[in-house]
């Protein structure tokens, strides 16, 4: 789905949005991306509930927060809606990263 999504941007923000709104294609590509990353994320933070680690889904939260906090302070004065979208594809693909790891110490516990 996403290949497709990313590879239809101009076709579905056409369709949807219309012509006028061919600037977003490139904010809907990125966020093709993170659509990956947050499939991802949500059966491992479930695996992590699971086990009983609620500390451990709050704190991924929390550097996550921080994470796309900083990265939209950064981003979106110099790149706008991109960095925007960007900022949350970086923060997605950090709370993939913490999750991974915290699901490797559950597993081998």
């Known amino acids: 789905f996403a290949a497709i ?3 239809g941007a101009p076709l579905w923000i056409g369709i ?6 061919a600037a977003a294609v490139p904010v809907l ?15 491992l933070g479930m695996r992590l509930v699971a086990a009983d680690r609620m500390r451990a ?3 991924t939260f929390a550097v996550v927060v921080t994470v796309n906090l900083a990265a939209n302070l950064i981003l ?6 991109e960095g ?5 594809l970086l923060s997605e693909a950090v709370s993939a ?3 991974v790891r915290l ?3 559950v597993d081998s516990s």
């Open 5 to 7: 999504l990313f590879i």
């Open 16 to 21: 949807v949005f219309g012509e006028a709104y």
């Open 29 to 43: 590509r990125i966020h093709a991306f993170t659509l990956v990353l947050m499939f991802l994320n949500a059966p």
């Open 57 to 59: 889904v709050n704190a």
């Open 76 to 81: 979106i004065p110099r790149y706008g809606i």
């Open 84 to 88: 925007a979208a960007v900022a949350t």
């Open 97 to 99: 990263a913490v999750l």
């Open 103 to 105: 699901i490797r110490g």
